[in-house]
T-cell receptor, first 112, second 114 residues
Framework: ETGVTQSPTHLIKTRGQQVTLRCSSQSGHNTVSWYQQALGQGPQFIFQYYREEENGRGNFPPRFSGLQFPNYSSELNVNALELDDSALYLC???????????FGPGTRLTVT | AQSVAQPEDQVNVAEGNPLTVKCTYSVSGNPYLFWYVQYPNRGLQFLLKYITGDNLVKGSYGFEAEFNKSQTSFHLKKPSALVSDSALYFCAVRDRRGYQKVTFGTGTKLQVIP
């Protein structure tokens, strides 16, 4: 059974640029959630995708957007990057919208 | 709005002693509750969950947690701490009525001293 994978591991971008982060969910999981974890903080919920549709969103602006594909993998897109977007971005998958989540190792984004 | 409080930034315990990591929560309805552990430069790993039923929940690596509805608490416990338990622990809550959003606490660093 393959766990949740994320790419890339690290990324450095300049303010104003756009970035795409990728996530492959664990086998059999149809739900993917994305989180932002700033240094020294707990993960903050960005949004969740269930069967290719956005199923809920946290307090993040529209420049944070996503997709889920038929194989349940997912992308997180962030436009017009700001310095405060520097964080660890975590993807988590689960069997459905309710049960425990299994996290990937994260993508460390640095915005300069 | 739902929230989670982990009142201790760090907990120090001697190896072999029992440990407790505290968590209190606030949700509008009934909660789903979770504990996760994070090792340095790693993603979060699921430890245990409370969905319904028995208030004492057993999880991975000998950890357990007790759901207390009247005190809105879900403290993580282990009878005998190991040095390898040293890590960052997060409590999380989801309202049963809202499938989507999981709210995490700010984390408690557990340091087990040999």
């Amino acid at each position: 059974e393959t766990g949740v994978t994320q790419s890339p591991t690290h990324l450095i971008k300049t303010r104003g640029q756009q970035v795409t982060l990728r996530c492959s969910s664990q086998s059999g999981h149809n739900t993917v959630s994305w989180y932002q974890q700033a240094l020294g903080q707990g993960p903050q919920f960005i949004f969740q995708y269930y069967r290719e549709e956005e199923n809920g969103r946290g307090n993040f602006p529209p420049r944070f957007s996503g997709l889920q594909f038929p194989n349940y993998s997912s992308e997180l897109n962030v436009n017009a990057l700001e310095l405060d977007d520097s964080a660890l971005y975590l993807c988590a998958s689960s069997w459905d919208r309710v049960h425990e989540q299994y996290f990937g190792p994260g993508t460390r984004l640095t915005v300069t | 709005a739902q929230s989670v409080a982990q009142p201790e930034d760090q907990v120090n315990v001697a190896e072999g002693n029992p440990l407790t990591v505290k968590c209190t929560y606030s949700v509008s309805g009934n909660p789903y509750l979770f504990w996760y552990v994070q090792y340095p430069n790693r993603g979060l790993q699921f430890l245990l969950k409370y969905i319904t039923g028995d208030n004492l929940v057993k999880g991975s690596y000998g950890f357990e947690a007790e759901f207390n509805k009247s005190q809105t608490s879900f403290h993580l416990k282990k009878p005998s701490a190991l040095v390898s338990d040293s890590a960052l622990y997060f409590c999380a809550v989801r309202d049963r009525r809202g499938y989507q959003k999981v709210t995490f606490g700010t984390g408690t660093k557990l340091q087990v001293i040999p």
